[in-house]
């Protein structure tokens, strides 16, 4: 499975648009790349996956360079409630062990008023 | 409604006590899995099944046990073995994987075991 960095933390204020990066250098071919939220004491909820270039969903916009080594969750407009931990993961999702996603740290995002 | 459910959303047991979480889905899925977050920490794989009466282990499945009996439920055992036992518990579910889709993975609410 590819090993993903992300920031720990970050901050950021109401009807700002916020991006959190996540960096895959060794993505394999096969790979998607999901991000997921996380509420205190709740389960994660998927948000958005992506293969390259841009997806877009009514939560969230994914970008995707060329070299697929990195990838941007943008949420627009954040507002106090969108305060959760995101964590992205990269792997195989296509193949029958597919979705044995591994959940890194997460980042930590506190949206402020 | 449609979900996943755990119970008992907390949960004491004394050291060395054996406890079952439940693990209950009426999303028709084949897939569930188990995992473990400890404060301030992602998600780790404890258990997965992809079928009835089949389970694989994931990456710290020592000291924990599972059953799958049912296509809707996905018990957990913490053993008295499990070491460090305290923590938050998160069943998911999802289809199951393969072909030309992506099946994301639903969790249930959780649970928070403490061991006195």
């Known amino acids: 499975l590819a090993k993903t960095t992300q920031p720990i933390s970050m901050d950021s204020y109401e009807g700002q648009e916020v991006n959190i990066t996540c960096s895959h250098n060794n993505i394999a071919t096969n790979d998607y790349i999901t991000w997921y939220q996380q509420f205190p004491s709740q389960g994660p909820r998927f948000i958005i996956q992506?293969?390259?270039t841009k997806v877009t969903n009514e939560v969230a916009s994914l970008f995707i360079p060329a070299d697929r080594k990195s990838s941007t969750l943008s949420l627009p407009r954040v507002s106090l409630s969108d305060t959760a931990v995101y964590y992205c993961l990269v792997g195989d999702v296509l193949n029958n062990a597919g979705n044995m996603l591994t959940f890194g740290g997460g980042t930590r995002l506190m949206v402020k008023p | 409604d449609g979900g996943i459910t755990q119970s008992p959303k907390y949960l004491f047991r004394k050291e060395g006590q054996n406890v079952t979480l439940s693990c209950e889905q009426n999303?028709?899925?084949?897939?569930m899995y188990w995992y473990r977050q400890d404060p301030g920490q992602g998600l780790r794989l404890i258990y997965y099944?992809?079928?009835?009466?089949?389970?694989q282990k994931g990456d710290i499945a020592e000291g924990y046990s599972v059953s799958r009996e049912k296509k809707e439920s996905f018990p957990l055992t913490v053993t008295s073995a499990q070491k460090n036992p305290t923590a938050f518990y998160l069943c998911a579910s999802s289809t199951f994987a393969g072909g030309n889709s992506y099946n994301e993975q639903f969790f249930g609410p959780g649970t928070r075991l403490t061991v006195l």
């Open positions: 099944s992809q079928i009835v009466n089949d389970f």
């Open positions: 999303l028709n899925h084949d897939a």
């Open positions: 992506g293969y390259k």
